[in-house]
């Protein structure tokens, strides 16, 4: 399941090409798509909260049946080793096993992470949302973090107390945010809920928990969620378990700007042809500046 911040039509044809020999069952998560291609699943959300889109494409991918469910951001190089034959044997996946790179609890969260103020904006009293019982108790929720091993504990006052950490252009939502419940935060430093972050552009969700997973993601869209929590978390609250690079000894490789398609010249095949055994994927690679050679 290819999932588009943004859309752009162009990098189908190209994704196709890449991932169709290994993955036979491939849908393209695609925002305000108008057009005629039977394997683009229409979505309507920002992208800072595209968990939102798992929750309106729930109806199209159930019926895909499959064991598991592999969705990745449209700029995310998958291992050329990887398959649909072999992805779960590959990552230690069992039929209720879902997959996320490097899954923390946000307590732990390093004090410099900007968006730790979003689950009490998300969480803030409103009249527009009633979440209801919706999501798992906040008790279940704890007992479902504690299965995974994720602390569920106070955040650290170098967590609260970190405007001078802050970009200029979080200050003022940081405060926004926290000020409703600044009586609160002084008192026991508790989030609203349990969090979960980390890296969003790559996950495996397991059939069998699918539309529980897309139903907590469909929820904390409408609370506007960032997707860097609200998807690490809605995954530990479907899954009975969780595995990460680690269970496999694999590794990813980050590399912002334009360093890498520089390296290569722009050249995809070659890129994937010095992959590396134990790297799972690459990201950003913005296919828009690479090109891929005929026999790819």
Known sequence: MVVFNHRYDANIPKLRRLYRERFPLMRFLVPFYDGDDPDVVPVYAS?????????????????????????????VLLNPTVNAENLAERLGLGPETGFFPVLKSLCEADARWSPIFYPFKAFAPTPFVTVGDALPSRTEAEARFAAH????????????????????????????????????????RALPYPMAYGFSDVCV????????????????????????????????????????LDARGWSYHAVWGE??????????????AEF?????????????RWHLEESV
């Open 259 to 272: 360093a890498l398609a520089a390296q290569y010249d722009g050249n995809l095949t070659a890129l994937l």
């Open 149 to 188: 091993g994720l602390a569920v504990q106070p955040l650290r006052w170098g967590q609260l107390l970190r405007l001078h950490r802050l970009t200029p252009k979080y200050v003022g939502a940081y405060l926004r945010a926290a000020w409703p419940v600044a009586g609160r935060l002084l008192r026991d």
């Open 205 to 244: 969700v397991p059939g069998a928990h699918l539309a529980e997973f897309c139903r907590y993601c469909g929820v904390f869209a409408a609370l506007g969620l960032m997707v860097e929590l609200a998807l690490p978390t809605a995954l530990a609250l479907a899954c009975p378990h969780v595995v990460g």
């Open 47 to 75: 992208s800072e909260v595209f968990q939102g889109y798992f929750a309106q494409a729930h109806a199209a991918l159930a019926p895909l049946g499959a064991a598991h469910y592999l969705f990745m951001g449209d700029d």
């Open 276 to 288: 590396g055994a134990r790297r799972l994927f690459i990201h950003p690679i913005k296919l828009s």
